[in-house]
């Protein structure tokens, strides 16, 4: 895919943090993964580089996850979060 890498084709879940409040969406993402089983995957989508994202979620998730830019914008940038 242009601008990012290899991942899975197919997600489980797919999440646009873009429509919920600033103050909303790290936790949504964490709720989501939280509820995935391993081997599972979520497509998160955002508007701008998920460097916080990443960063917050390699502090304050619990299971091995492995994190793979699928698009890199602008405008918009989406990140596969599969459970190992």
Avoid: K
Wanted: glycine share 8%.
């Amino acid at each position: 895919m242009a601008g990012g890498q290899e991942g899975p084709t197919h997600y489980t879940g797919v999440l646009d943090v873009r429509l919920f409040d600033r103050l909303e969406r790290l936790p949504r993402v964490l709720q989501s993964l939280q509820a995935l089983a391993p081997g599972e995957s979520l497509l998160v989508i955002t508007a701008n580089p998920p460097d916080r994202l990443t960063a917050f979620l390699r502090q304050e998730f619990d299971a091995p996850l492995t994190i793979t830019p699928v698009r890199s914008g602008p405008p918009v940038w989406q990140t596969c979060l599969q459970r190992e």
